[in-house]
T-cell receptor, first 109, second 114 residues
């Protein structure tokens, strides 16, 4: 079966750095997305990785290792507004998105 | 910028009642999707459409029907609501299924079945 694993919840301090991991086992791979979802709101697109390596976008970076079935989202200089759930999703061989359950990130002052 | 608009935002139904959720997008996207999101679970695809007049089943289609009569609209119907269908429903659209195309989501419909 297809499976995406993320930690359920993480806590970090304002101004610090946090890494949210995602591991996947899917039938084929055509890219990996990270989305941010604030409580009670819609998911919004953060990043897309299809090649191994690090993609940097401001305070957020996303890393992919296809051979290991592994990705992480790195958030730097954490702000209170970064408190949200972060969803990992993989595009499989049929170009369907398979979603992880999400990681709830709590930022403390 | 409207993007993807879902109506209604909240609804309470009794078991056995029917209703239709409406999704409208103004980005001229070909692809549209209906998901449900339940606590502790990832988004699960109910039905999707690859263009006007076409629909296909996703991971959890039972108890739901859809229609895409116009490119900009995608309707989700519950014929006979059941408590197990209590959930948050999200509609999304994308320009295509090229792997790099992100999906854009509406704000969701919170549906409770009593």
């Amino acid at each position: 079966g297809q499976n995406i694993d993320q930690p359920t919840e993480m806590t970090a301090t304002e101004g610090a750095i946090v890494q949210i991991n995602c591991t996947y086992q899917t039938s084929g791979f055509n890219g990996l997305f990270w989305y941010q979802q604030h409580a009670g709101e819609a998911p919004t697109f953060l990043s897309y990785n299809v090649l191994d390596g690090l993609e940097e976008k401001g305070r957020f970076s996303s890393f992919l290792s296809r051979s290991k079935g592994y990705s992480y989202l790195l958030l730097k200089e954490l702000q209170m507004k970064d408190s949200a759930s972060y969803l990992c999703a993989v595009t499989d061989s049929n170009y369907q998105l398979i979603w992880g359950a999400g990681t709830k990130l709590i930022i403390k002052p | 910028n409207a993007g993807v608009t879902q109506t209604p935002k909240f609804r309470v139904l009794k078991t056995g009642q029917s209703m239709t959720l409406l999704c409208a997008q103004d980005m001229n996207h070909e692809y549209m999707y209906w998901y449900r999101q339940d606590p502790g679970m990832g988004l699960r695809l109910i039905h999707y459409s690859v263009g006007e007049g076409t629909t296909a089943k996703g991971e959890v289609p039972d108890g739901y029907n859809v229609s895409r009569l116009k490119k900009q609209n995608f309707l989700l119907g519950l014929e006979s609501a059941a408590p197990s269908q209590t959930s948050v429903y999200f509609c999304a659209s994308s320009a295509g299924t090229e792997a790099y195309q992100p999906q854009h989501f509406g704000d969701g419909t919170r549906l409770s079945i009593l």
